[in-house]
């Protein structure tokens, strides 16, 4: 049943009337627009503030969590429409003996379940489009670093970099909102990967102070200097939890025992 025929029969009273006319005119229109999101959030968020680390393997894996929880709600979609299928063929074949109310009671949940795949099916649709647009980004990615081929080793790899960038991002926010000072939260991720949170208080506020002096002169701080900063404490500090991990008693902070080294053919 389409949606112009559920609004019909709903508001086939004659109380209804004058809103039924305005609502089975605009209904075109509706439909149409709502096809345009079906689906959680928009390609902006999907490639700004989900995909949104500074690493690019980082934000491969990201898309990759993001592309196995699409397919599984689109997995659950297609066996829910087929179970609902079955479940209208069954109905149909008891249709063809019931009389009276068992036979208004048949058609209506046959209806009611031809309602539902058509939302699931639009959806689906949607799940689809977000699919394709994280594949294309994905690609992109590997495109501009080269990592066609990438490993499990080679995000390991990658890891200390990411986490370094990520903790003085995180410490340069929570100083920018609690008077230079890096929060407790922040000092203590800090810590838990090598780096003195001291040394780190005092990188953050060196770093405040070239944006206030730019600010003074009327320049504006962009946003690719933050991030070339983030870099430039990664680069620094390059070593400092294979260094804790040593004293710690570990070997390394990454076994090349347990990673997997060569590239797998499977299914992403």
């Known amino acids: 049943m389409s949606t112009l025929a559920l609004i019909e029969n709903v508001l086939s009273q004659k109380q ?9 005119a605009g209904q075109p229109e509706v439909s149409r627009a709502t096809s345009l999101f079906q689906k959680s959030q928009s390609q902006f968020m999907d490639s700004m503030l989900t995909v949104s680390h500074i690493t690019p ?7 990759l969590a993001e592309i196995k929880r699409i397919k599984m709600a689109i997995g659950e979609a297609y066996f829910s429409v087929k179970k609902k299928e079955l479940d209208i063929r069954d109905k149909e074949e008891k249709l063809k003996s019931a009389n009276g109310i068992e036979s208004e009671k048949l058609k ?4 009611e379940q031809q309602w539902l795949i058509a939302e699931i099916k639009a959806s689906m649709e949607g799940a689809i489009r977000k699919w394709a647009n994280y594949t294309l980004q994905y690609q992109a990615i590997q495109e501009a670093h080269n990592l066609q081929n990438f490993t499990e080793e080679d995000f390991e790899k990658e890891e200390e970099q990411y986490h370094i960038c990520k903790a003085f991002e995180q410490g340069l ?4 909102a609690h008077g230079g000072f890096i929060d407790e939260g922040n000092q203590i991720y800090l810590s838990q990967i090598g780096i003195n ?7 953050v506020a060196n770093y405040l102070n070239i944006e206030a002096a730019m600010l003074s002169k009327g320049i504006e701080p962009s946003h690719r200097m933050q991030l070339d900063w983030l870099l430039s404490m990664a680069e620094k500090f390059r070593g400092c939890s294979k ?3 040593t004293w710690k008693g570990m ?15 499977g299914h992403i």
Not at 108 to 111: D, G, L, N, R, T
Not at 173 to 176: G, S
Not at 253 to 261: E, G, P, S
């Open 57 to 63: 393997i980082r934000n491969l894996r990201q898309i």
């Open 108 to 111: 209506m949940e046959i209806q």
């Open 173 to 176: 926010n929570a100083a920018r």
């Open 197 to 203: 949170g001291t040394v780190a208080q005092v990188e």
């Open 251 to 265: 070997s390394d902070t990454k076994q090349a025992d347990a990673l997997i080294t060569e590239v797998q053919n």
């Open 243 to 245: 260094k804790y991990a």
């Open 16 to 24: 209804y009337s004058d809103f039924a006319r305005v609502i089975t």
